[in-house]
């Protein structure tokens, strides 16, 4: 799954490689970055992991969980701030789809986690000076999220996982200037920093986070 998300945005730096180095020099969108304010939307994929924190008494043999990831939806929206050439402020409020199974070693007791995130990060993206139609990118900053699917609250489900969390986010892109509008392939990894664990059925686990990769495509 990973190996997709690299040949995606490899086959996107490829595109931008062609507009720095090929024939063509017409210049699209060429006020695009003297908008103060701009908007946009972004749609992509998604897979996350749990990261475990284990209690040594419990398993002192470290008898590591199993994770099974599946491929995920985002969808979001774009708000863009230019603070000056280099520097724009984003708010990317948006909803992730996404499941992951997880089970002990050795036994096939499966437990199945579907999460439906409203995403809501603020980051701050640092771009290089615009060459062509092409110009790159990197982006991080802070997030929240709220678990529509957490069970915080429900004492019968055997797994339950708070509903607000909180995370940090980097990344990397490249901006691709078309004739009608800019067109920005990321990549991006955002790791849960609060233990989202209420309770759980296995009780070598003392918490757990989720660190996930994004694939976005944005279109302003």
């Known amino acids: 799954m990973k190996k997709l998300f690299v040949i995606a945005f490899l086959f996107c730096v490829q595109f ?16 695009f970055d003297k908008q103060r304010w701009s908007w946009g939307y972004y749609l992509g994929f998604n897979t996350y992991d749990f990261k475990f924190k284990y209690n040594d008494e ?36 948006g909803v992730t789809f996404n499941t992951r199974n997880f089970r002990p070693p ?4 499966i437990e199945e986690i579907n999460s439906t995130y409203v995403h809501i990060p603020l980051l701050l993206k640092f771009s290089a000076d615009r060459i062509n139609n092409f110009k790159p990118f990197i982006v991080g900053g ?27 986010e980097v990344g990397l892109g490249i901006d691709l200037y078309l004739y009608y509008f800019k067109f920005s392939p990321s990549i991006r990894g955002v790791f849960t920093i609060n233990n989202e ?24």
């Open 16 to 31: 931008g490689n062609a507009q720095i180095f090929g024939g063509d020099k017409i210049i699209n969108n060429e006020n």
């Open 58 to 93: 419990v398993t002192p043999n470290g008898n590591d969980l199993i994770i099974e990831k599946t491929m995920g939806f985002n969808v979001g929206l774009v708000g863009n701030l230019k603070l000056n050439n280099n520097l724009d402020l984003r708010l990317e409020p």
């Open 106 to 109: 050795y036994t096939q007791e």
């Open 142 to 168: 802070l997030s929240t999220s709220i678990n529509l699917s957490s069970n915080e609250n429900n004492p019968d489900v055997d797994t339950r996982l708070r509903t607000n969390n909180y995370h940090y």
């Open 197 to 220: 664990m209420v309770e759980t059925q296995f009780p070598a686990v003392d918490a757990m986070r989720s660190q996930a990769l994004f694939l976005n495509f944005t279109f302003q």
